[in-house]
Each structure stands twice: as C-alpha cells, then as structure tokens.
C-alpha cells in the first residue's frame, strides 16, 4: 500500500556537495549534518507517513479478516515486485550523475526520465498478463489489475533524485503527505464500510496516480535547465541494469515469499504471516529511506575512504540509536503488539513477528552496504548475491514450509538477509571502519539493554511495557550522550538543550 505512505537549523545546502563531490575545504560532518538537514525533512514525513500508514494497515487487516487479507497480501506482493522491476537501476543511475557533478545533469535526467517511463509501462503491461494468470474476478487477481497505473508511474520516480540532491525535500514532502492523507482517508472509510479489498486497492493505486505526476510536475524546473545530454539510451542501459536486477533481487528475495505462500497454505494463515511483515515494514522502513537520500553523497564520498567511513559509521550511528530499540523492544513484546495492533485473533503470530524482528537486525547492516557496493560498481556483485538468496528462499519456501510450516518462511528470510548480508561485508570489509561502528554501537545498545529488561518485567501488558521500555531508553542514551549529533541539533532549541544538559 501507499503511505498512508520547525524549519531545520540552516546548513549547507547538499547541491553543493552533489556538484562538488564534497568541499575540500569541509569536514564529513559538515556532509552529514547537510544529509541530515535534508533527511530529518523526510524522515519527519516518513514519521507521519508511516503513522498514517500503520493506522490504515491495522484497519485494513481487522477489517478483512485473515482468509481476504491474505489474498490481499498476495496480490500486494506481485505489486512491489512489479514496482521493483520498473525502477530497474534508472534512479540510481541518476542520483550518482548528480553527486558526481555530471554537467549535463538536466539533459541526462530528461533521457532517464524518457526511457524509464517507457520501461514502467512494459512492466505495466507485464502486470497485466500476470493479473489475468491469477484470474481478475479473484481478491489476488483484481487487486494487482487496478494498480497496473501505478506500476505504469512508477517510473517517473526517478526525478526525486533532484530533491534529494539539491537538498529540497521539504516540496515533495508536502506531496507526499498530503497524498499520504488522501490515501489514509479513504482507504480507512472505505474499510470499515465493509468495502472490498479490491476497492481498497484501487484507492491506493489512484493516489499512488496523483502522487507520481505531482512529483514529476514539481520537478519540471531542473528538467528543463541545461544542455542536451551526451548520454545514450544503450550507455544508460549498460550502466543501470547491473543496479536494476540486483534491485529487483533485492525486492524479490524479501517479498516473494507471500505470493509463494499464497499456493502452499490457507488464505487465513498467509494472512497471519503477512500481517506480521507489515509490521516489520513498517519498523524498517527508516534505513531505506535514509539510503535513498544518503545515494548521491555516498557517491561522492567514495573515492575517499576517510570522508566515506565517517560516513558510513554516521549512517550507522542513526540506524542503530533509532530503529534497532524499536525492533528489540517489539520483538521482546512481538505476541502483545500483534494482540495490540490487529486484535486477540493474532497473539500466536507472535512468535512470527519476533522471527522476522531478527532479520529485521540483520537486514539494518544490509542497508548500509548495498549502496556503497552501487558506488563501488560492483552490482553485478549484488546480482550474484541477491540471487543465491531468492533461490535459497524460493526453493526453501516450496520444499521445506509444506513439511514445517509456515513458520518456515519467517527462518528463511533470516537466512537471506544473513546470506546477502555477508556477501556484501565481503566485498566492502576493507572500506567499512569496524571500530567506528562498534563504538558508536555501544551506547545504544547499553541503552537497549535496560528497555529489554522492561518490557521483559512487563511482557503480560504490552501496552505498559513498550512505553516504559521507549521512556527508559530515551532517558537512559539522553544521559549517556548517545543521540547521534545531527539529529540532537535538529531538535527545536529547547528539548536541544535539555537533552544537552541531561548528558552532562
């Protein structure tokens, strides 16, 4: 589904460090703290995105029951395949043009731009064959048909890339939640009108609609700057898709398991599971975003290994000071959050839920290295990778879960993750600062720990023991001075200074 998806202290605006590569005469802080700037707009978004998002899901899930959710969910999942397969390495490729300084940005965005939207509509036109395999009159079938159009947009999400750039995210923001809104909205009244899931699926998918050719109109001004590009459409091919399939691995090795499970199990048990996923979504959703953005300075930073390991070991720092807590303590409290969220009928998904909080751990660090590897130019690397973990998980979803049980599924995801985790650790240890990541690692972990042992005294009311556990880690890493400094420096003046003075 869609989203449902204080002005920051002023720094350096990232277009300079795009075009530039990085300043010479600028520290990596000064590069992660304009990151920051541009991020902490997103992530604010994404903060409410992904509250309206939770809230539409959670309705959603109550409101169709395990047996329609989980035909729902199968047709949903064809859907992020096909919208994997449209991005296909276009993005990418551009968000590196533009922190590399390529001159004629404009014109090479505009050729991007061109070919990709060409290519989402072929995949488009894919879906719709697919959507007929499932037969349309089914929940499955007629779900993935009426988001064909926004596999069809997809593609012209490659002008986000300017944003992120250019560090003016705060315009696409404002898109983005409003159609986020928009989506909530009626997707939520439509729910508990008792409307079906092929319904909700269509408020989605025109939203989704709207929010695309937005996007694509706020963009016009960097369009239609510059010169005509030197670049081809078989140079651009070549370039991204190396990027595009490993991409597309990427989606398939995490997601294809709901469709597989789809023709293995009831309806009411792929329910439960992917009910379990959309949490866990929802909980990892922060490194994806930040990588997205994070593209074109990761890029510039590369060929310089000190400015690129202060980097990572930054990125690293806001990966696990603000997601790893929340996946430790859902995953202590996984049976009551499920209860919480989706109602008594899912308590045993529990057990579900804290098996994918683990490769939810792992899949943080896989975060932080597939992009490197793109500016590496090692995606054919990632191809190699991520497809070693869509066999492992295709062929151990259909020969082991009908003896196991689904329950399987959740194992093997973990297995994934670990494969292409590994895999990547292969290729970067060399350029990835161990030290650095294990010490900004400490705190929040320290942290943790104390929120673990709450929400283990607590475990028989969730509600009491994910709150105490949230206030205790924040009062314990404010004490430690353990918040990464750029988003401390975020944070409106007062509460800045609050928890400045806490930690001394």
Not at 77 to 86: G, M, Q, R
Not at 92 to 113: C, H, N, S
Not at 157 to 175: D, L
Request: net charge positive; charged share 10%.
């Amino acid at each position: 589904m869609t989203d449902g998806d204080g002005t920051p202290p002023k720094v350096q605006d990232l277009s300079v460090i795009a075009a530039d590569g990085m300043d010479s005469d600028k520290g990596p802080a000064t590069a992660t703290q304009s990151l920051a700037g541009s991020a902490g707009l997103m992530i604010a978004r994404k903060i409410v995105g992904s509250a309206m998002s939770a809230v539409s899901s959670i309705v959603v899930v109550r409101c169709l029951g395990p047996d329609h959710f989980g035909q729902y969910a199968a047709g949903m999942s064809a859907f992020y395949l096909f919208t994997a397969l449209t991005e296909f390495g276009f993005g990418q490729v551009l968000g590196m043009a533009i922190g590399r300084g390529r001159a004629d940005e404009a014109g090479y965005a505009r050729l991007v731009l061109k070919v990709s939207a060409i290519w989402s509509c072929l995949v488009a036109a894919a879906g719709v064959g697919v959507a007929a395999l499932f037969a349309m009159d089914t929940i499955r079938g007629g779900t993935l048909l009426v988001l064909v159009p926004a596999i069809a947009l997809a593609g012209t999400s490659v002008v986000r890339q300017f944003f992120y750039a250019r560090h003016e995210v705060g315009r696409m923001a404002k898109i983005d939640l409003i159609t986020a809104f928009s989506s909530t909205s009626v997707i939520v009244f439509a729910a508990l009108a008792d409307a079906p899931a092929v319904l909700l699926a269509a408020a989605a998918s025109a939203t989704s609609v709207v929010n695309s050719l937005l996007v694509l109109l706020a963009a016009q001004r960097w369009l239609h700057m510059g010169r005509t590009s030197s670049g081809t459409v078989r140079g651009l091919i070549r370039e991204a898709y190396p990027i595009g399939l490993a991409s597309f691995l990427s989606t398939a090795y995490t997601s294809i398991d709901i469709a597989i499970l789809s023709a293995l199990f009831p309806a009411t048990q792929v329910g439960h599971y992917a009910s379990a996923v959309k949490v866990l979504g929802i909980l990892t959703i922060f490194p994806v975003l930040v990588m997205s953005v994070a593209l074109p300075q990761i890029a510039a930073d590369w060929s310089d290994p000190a400015r690129f390991g202060a980097l990572m070991t930054r990125l690293w720092h806001w990966f696990v000071s603000l997601v790893m807590p929340a996946l430790v303590c859902v995953g202590i409290n996984a049976a009551g959050v499920m209860r919480i969220l989706f109602g008594s009928e899912y308590a045993s998904v529990g057990g579900l839920l804290r098996v994918l909080i683990l490769s939810g751990a792992i899949a943080l660090l896989v975060n932080l290295l597939s992009v490197p590897l793109m500016a590496a130019a090692k995606a054919r690397w990632l191809i190699i990778q991520n497809a070693v973990a869509l066999v492992v998980n295709v062929v151990g979803n259909l020969v082991l879960a009908p003896h196991y049980g689904i329950m399987t599924a959740a194992w093997l995801t973990v297995l994934t993750e670990a494969v292409v985790c590994v895999g990547s650790w292969l290729v970067l240890r060399d350029r990835i600062p161990v030290g650095g990541l294990l010490r900004v690692s400490l705190l929040p972990l320290l942290a943790s720990a104390g929120a673990v042992g709450v929400g283990v005294m607590f475990i028989d009311r969730p509600w009491l023991a994910l709150a105490l556990s949230a206030v205790l880690y924040v009062v314990v890493l404010t004490a430690l001075h353990g918040w990464p400094d750029e988003f401390v420096h975020l944070l409106p003046a007062r509460l800045r200074h609050f928890m400045m003075a806490g930690a001394r």
